[in-house]
């Protein structure tokens, strides 16, 4: 019984990335990434895991596909492995034929793929010559795109160019906590620009014929700690560095002067050459978001910081000294992060009024909890109770105007969580990794439940 319906099409699905659940890192000519790098440098990731095998997904595909069908989801988001597919600059025909055989077998399934060229994992040799925070990253990435277009076109419509920009850029060059773990803001902010330069650069490639494409930041709702004017500017460089650099970058093809103030100190102006901005603002069909919590921020200098990784050592936050995150009393998962469905009704009503209008999905949204199996089966209503209310907030958010498109449950199966490793589980779908049996969770059901009937009770 459906009392919150949806619109005609809405495209519910549930997301995944291929260093997080694929494995097989070495097979049929896949290259190295740094996240295979970073993952087998000890002290990186907790317990020293790494994705050499992950949920074994490269082999059991078909299964996975099945799974996702059984359950009555209609759309798959999934990573392509840039090092599977063009290790050391060229094109290996065994990755690729790896994606051509999950496409099909999805669009066989009655799924539809939406493919993010990149989820963090950059081929190392790259990294080795400059990585993000060099220009000509983005334009081999353009390279790589063209190869996927001209490979799997005929399969996907729909694409994803870069996964959160801010987390590949600032975890990934500023604080370290994630690869390829180096600490220096003049690095990341150049990472930045030049994640963005590879979407403008990409993205008119694959949106050639038929294909439709956009890029997928994580966009977090910011509040101030209080009133006071410190606390406001505090939360005026947070919103600046996490939200409306990228918003406004991928929006308006500028960015916001605030920012790019906060910024100089770490050389941002020599970063953005004649014709970037025209590139990272051309045209796209819709934009991703991806939404977890909402960052609540005060100027005090000894509040504590969002847990990015078991090792939060450097601060993410280039030009936002003596800011830091404090609680807002609300309940959290077991990422510490905050429960606030309001702040995703937030962001997307922000997004729809103060941005160009452009088709949104949810591209992830979900929650780690500790699961527990009892007699083969895990009831995980936290994690349940979470997406609905947070479904709740996307029905809202349509009613009052905005044009969201879809909705991608993060994640289909439990996976690597990147620094926490397999200890925090975000799946609708339970790993046992000793067997790689799995098992939906309460939470799986239900939600193939409102898929299939297309709204809430
Ligand atoms: C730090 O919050 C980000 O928005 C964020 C959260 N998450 C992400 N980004 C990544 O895109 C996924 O690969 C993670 O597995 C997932 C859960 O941590």
């Given amino acids: 019984m459906t009392t919150r319906g949806f619109p005609e099409g809405f495209a519910w ?94 669009l066989e399934a009655g799924i539809t793929p939406y493919a993010t060229l990149y989820h963090w994992d950059l081929p190392q040799e ?48 500023a604080s370290g906590d994630h690869a390829p773990g180096l600490r220096s803001p003049e690095l990341a902010v150049r990472a930045a620009h030049h994640l963005l330069l590879a979407h403008g650069l990409a993205a008119p490639v694959l949106r050639e014929g038929d294909g439709l494409a956009g890029a997928a930041p994580n966009l977090y709702a910011v509040s101030p700690a209080s009133d006071s004017e410190l606390d406001l500017d505090a939360a005026r460089r947070i919103d600046g560095l996490q939200n409306r650099f990228f918003l406004d970058a991928l929006l308006r093809g500028s960015y916001p002067e605030d920012v790019v103030r906060d910024l100089a100190p770490f050389g941002f102006e020599d970063v953005v050459q004649a014709g970037d901005m025209e590139l990272i603002g051309g045209p796209i069909d819709f934009l991703g978001v991806n939404y977890y919590s909402r960052h609540t921020v005060s100027a005090e200098s000894d509040g504590g910081v969002v847990a990015t990784s ?29 429960v606030d469905p309001g702040g995703l009704h937030e962001i997307l009503t922000r997004v729809a009024k103060e941005y160009p209008s452009v088709p949104l999905y949810i591209t992830e949204n979900g929650a780690a909890y500790v699961d527990t199996v009892v007699d083969g089966e895990i009831d995980d209503h936290e994690r349940l109770s979470y997406i609905e209310a947070h479904l709740a907030a996307c029905h809202d958010a349509i009613a009052d105007g905005v044009p969201l498109k879809g909705y991608f449950a993060w994640s289909f199966m439990d996976n690597f969580e990147w620094g926490w490793g397999y200890g925090k589980r975000f799946g609708l779908v339970h790993v046992d990794y000793e067997t790689q049996k799995r098992t939906p969770k309460s939470s799986a059901r239900w939600y193939g439940q409102i898929s299939r009937q297309n709204g809430l009770p």
Wanted: a negative charge.
């Fill in 126 to 173: 790259l990294e080795d010559a400059g990585g993000w925070p060099a220009r000509d990253t983005a334009y081999r990435f353009a390279d790589y795109a063209a190869v996927v277009r001209e490979a799997l076109g005929d399969r996907v419509k729909h694409w994803f160019t870069v996964n959160e920009p801010w987390c590949s850029a600032f975890l990934g060059y």
């Fill in 310 to 338: 078991p090792f939060a050592s450097a601060s993410p936050w280039p030009g936002a000294s003596h800011v830091s995150f404090v609680h807002g009393g609300r309940p959290v998962t077991d990422m510490g992060w905050e």
């Fill in 13 to 106: 699905g549930v997301a995944t990335s291929a260093y997080q659940i694929e494995g097989s890192t070495a097979a049929d000519g896949r290259g190295t990434s740094i996240w295979d790098t970073f993952a087998h440098t000890p002290g990186r990731v907790l317990n020293g895991e790494n994705g050499d095998v992950a949920n074994d997904h490269y082999t059991r595909y078909a299964e996975d596909v099945a799974l996702m069908a059984s359950l009555g989801v209609g759309a798959y988001r999934f990573s392509l492995s840039w090092p599977r597919i063009m290790p050391g600059g060229t094109v290996n025909q065994g990755g690729l034929d790896f994606y051509r055989r999950l496409a099909d077998t999805l």
